[in-house]
């Protein structure tokens, strides 16, 4: 039931709420969420996910790829990076292997250097030879990169900036999904107060991920004549780079609960004047979607009074980087947030895309082995889901998840001593996801 209220900007809830508009099934919920963030030319995603949303127990719906080769082999460019990237990437990949001995299909893995690791290997973030590999591959499968052991480097040569963005900018991938899910039984593992989180939400975010100040040229650093320092970076939106980023929103929306909320700063910003007028435009083709506007600052705030408020969360890129930290931990853990960042639609009708924790290298507990490899395992599903078209494989990796989470398995990140949990390591995690994946 989805709940029509006024959206008020401002002081208000981007949205009234009520317990109606939680999808009451906790399977439907998650796996509908995961199975609804189409993009905007993938029609036979967007019906194949449609059906999910209703039907989602149903196996004959996962059946819409049945016409693809079976025993086919599938290129992935694997960069585990640094941190915990590496420790994460191993839990991936073992269930990526049971994945592909459960569908007759084959992983080739290309494993390259990124970040730091490759700076120390052969002296820069990202060697040609990881973005040849990537160009090579169905899709990139990427760990995290960045540590305080390069932080004294130029600033355009550490790991973020020399590898990170430069991938995003060189694919194309302006897409950026978060799905922001809040397990009904990880509820107690949210900061939040319990009453606010009580039967879990979900949140997709939708960030922008090519353009605004991440990118926007001029940037600059200039020592001026009396001796002060001047830095500038540029906020620079085109309008068809807002109205693609939109069409993506809304089409996810449509395929949710049919609500956006687009996040902005018009109060003061010119991108965000043009952002907020192009979203009005856009949502024009979506009569079935209703749109909501929320300053940034409001939107921090709604997002921890209210998180089952929102349905699909659109932004820029610095806004979304940080509004998807927050929705993560009000969700229980950045170790859970997995995210798809999605370029130009293949032939095949699916996307090349890059697969990533949001959740960064943790330096503090890197090399431990209690890192949370949920994130990891939850963006090698959105792969399978997005860039090779196996739904149904991607689905069975969340059940898996969900699974584990239900049965009270938690990584120190979302541990609380809650009676029925227990802690476990990474590996522990990803062997228990791989036994209830069967
Ligand atoms: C993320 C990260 C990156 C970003 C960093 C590592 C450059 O925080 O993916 O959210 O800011 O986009
Ligand atoms: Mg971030």
Redesign the pocket.
């Known amino acids: 039931m989805i709940l029509r209220a006024r959206y008020e900007q401002a002081a208000s809830p981007a949205r009234e709420c009520g317990p109606g508009q939680i999808v009451a099934d906790e399977k439907l919920c998650a796996s509908a969420s995961l199975a609804m963030l189409s993009g905007p030319t993938l029609a036979s995603h967007r019906n194949q996910a449609q059906v999910s949303q209703y039907r989602p127990l149903d196996p004959a719906l996962f059946h819409v790829h049945q016409n693809r080769p079976m025993s086919r082999t599938y290129n992935l460019a694997v960069l585990p990076g640094d941190g915990i990237g590496p420790e994460v990437m191993a839990e991936a990949i073992k269930v990526l292997n049971a994945v592909a001995a459960k569908n007759d299909i084959a992983f080739n893995y290309n494993h390259q250097l990124v970040g730091g690791a490759a700076i120390d290997a052969v002296g820069k973030a990202l060697p040609a030879e990881t973005i040849a590999a990537c160009e090579a591959s169905d899709a990139i499968l990427f760990g995290?990169?960045?540590g305080p052991k390069w932080e004294k480097m130029p600033p355009n040569e550490q790991p973020?900036?020399a590898a990170?963005?430069p991938l995003?900018k060189h694919f194309g991938l302006f897409a950026?999904l978060r799905p922001g899910i809040c397990y009904p039984a990880l509820t107690a593992s949210s900061p939040v107060r319990a009453d606010l989180v009580e039967g879990g939400f979900d949140v997709l975010c939708v960030?922008e991920?090519t353009g605004g100040l991440?990118f926007g040229q001029p940037k600059s650093r200039t020592t001026l004549p009396d001796g002060d320092i001047e830095v500038i970076d540029t906020m620079v939106y085109k309008k068809s780079e807002i109205e693609r980023i939109g069409h993506v929103a809304f089409k996810a929306a449509q395929l949710r609960n049919k609500h956006v909320t687009s996040v902005d700063k018009a109060n003061v910003l010119t991108n965000s004047v043009l952002w907020r007028e192009t979203m009005v435009e856009v949502a024009q083709q979506y009569p079935d979607v209703t749109l909501a506007h929320l300053y940034v600052d409001n939107a921090a705030m709604q997002l921890i009074k209210a998180p089952r408020s929102f349905d699909v969360m659109v932004t820029e890129?610095?806004f979304?980087?940080i509004l998807?930290?927050e929705m993560a931990m009000i969700a229980g853990s950045l170790g859970m947030l997995a995210?798809a960042s999605l370029g130009k639609v293949k032939g095949d009708g699916l996307y090349f895309g890059l697969f990533?924790p949001?959740g960064?290298t943790a330096p503090d507990i890197a090399g431990m082995g209690i890192a949370n490899p949920i994130a990891q395992i939850l963006s090698s599903a959105l792969l399978l889901r997005f860039s090779l078209g196996l739904e149904e494989a991607a689905v069975a990796i969340e059940n898996a998840v969900r699974q584990v989470i239900g049965d009270g398995l938690r990584t120190g990140d979302i541990f609380t001593g809650a009676p029925g949990t227990r802690k476990v390591n990474t590996t522990e995690m990803g062997d228990a996801i791989l036994a209830a994946l069967g």
């Open positions: 995290s990169v960045g973020e900036r990170l963005l995003r950026n960030r991920l991440y890129n610095l979304g980087d998807s930290d995210s990533e949001s960064g």
